[in-house]
C-alpha cells in the first residue's frame, strides 16, 4: 500500500551552504521559513513547484535558486539547475514583494492593489524590477509571490 503523505507535516526550508550562504540564499529562507511557519497550508503550494525558483540581487551581485520538493525546499548559492523563473531585483524589491497579501491558495496577489503594490508593479514595467519567465511560466511567478509573502 503506498505510504501517503501527512498533510500537516512541517514542510521544511534548507540553506545548503549554511553558513557560507550568500545575503540572498540567507533571505530567501528566512522568508520561506517564516511563511511556513504562519501559514503551513502553502506547503501545497510549494509542492506543485516543479522547478527551481533563482533570484538575482542586483545591489550585491548574489544570486540564489529554491529548489523545491515534497518534504522542504534546498536553498543554493547561485543560479543552479535552470531556473524557470529568475527575479532580478535589490534587496528593498524583494523584501517589498514579500509584503504583498496573497489569497486563493497564493494564487491571487491582493497586495498589487496597494500603495506597495503598485510600487512593485511599477518596477516590473519600468524594468528595474525583472522577473524571467513571468509571461512563459506564470503560474510559477505567481506561486513565488505567494511563497516568499509573510503579509497576512
Given at each position: 500500500?503506498?505510504?501517503?503523505?501527512?498533510?500537516?507535516?512541517?514542510?521544511?526550508?534548507?540553506?545548503?551552504?549554511?553558513?557560507?550562504?550568500?545575503?540572498?540564499?540567507s533571505?530567501?529562507?528566512?522568508?520561506?521559513?517564516?511563511?511556513?511557519?504562519k501559514?503551513?497550508?502553502r506547503?501545497?503550494?510549494?509542492?506543485?513547484?516543479?522547478?527551481?525558483?533563482?533570484?538575482y540581487?542586483k545591489?550585491?551581485?548574489?544570486?540564489?535558486?529554491?529548489?523545491?520538493?515534497?518534504?522542504?525546499?534546498?536553498?543554493?548559492?547561485?543560479?543552479?539547475?535552470?531556473?524557470?523563473v529568475?527575479?532580478?531585483?535589490?534587496?528593498?524589491?524583494?523584501?517589498?514583494?514579500?509584503?504583498?497579501?496573497?489569497?486563493?491558495?497564493?494564487?491571487?496577489?491582493?497586495g498589487?492593489?496597494?500603495?506597495?503594490?503598485?510600487?512593485?508593479?511599477?518596477?516590473?514595467?519600468?524594468?528595474?524590477?525583472?522577473?524571467?519567465?513571468?509571461?512563459?511560466?506564470?503560474?510559477?511567478?505567481?506561486?513565488?509571490?505567494?511563497?516568499?509573502?509573510?503579509?497576512?
Amino acid at each position: 500500500m503506498p505510504r501517503q503523505r501527512d498533510v500537516h507535516a512541517a514542510y521544511k526550508v534548507e540553506v545548503a551552504d549554511g553558513d557560507q550562504a550568500n545575503g540572498v540564499a540567507s533571505i530567501l529562507g528566512s522568508l520561506l521559513q517564516q511563511n511556513f511557519d504562519k501559514f503551513p497550508e502553502r506547503a501545497a503550494i510549494a509542492r506543485r513547484m516543479r522547478r527551481p525558483v533563482g533570484v538575482y540581487s542586483k545591489d550585491t551581485d548574489a544570486a540564489a535558486t529554491i529548489v523545491f520538493g515534497q518534504e522542504g525546499a534546498v536553498i543554493y548559492n547561485g543560479l543552479v539547475e535552470k531556473p524557470s523563473v529568475t527575479v532580478h531585483a535589490t534587496v528593498n524589491q524583494i523584501l517589498d514583494v514579500a509584503q504583498l497579501k496573497v489569497v486563493g491558495k497564493g494564487l491571487v496577489p491582493v497586495g498589487f492593489f496597494t500603495k506597495r503594490g503598485l510600487h512593485v508593479l511599477g518596477e516590473i514595467l519600468r524594468h528595474r524590477l525583472v522577473v524571467k519567465g513571468l509571461l512563459t511560466h506564470t503560474m510559477a511567478s505567481l506561486r513565488t509571490i505567494a511563497l516568499v509573502s509573510i503579509a497576512e
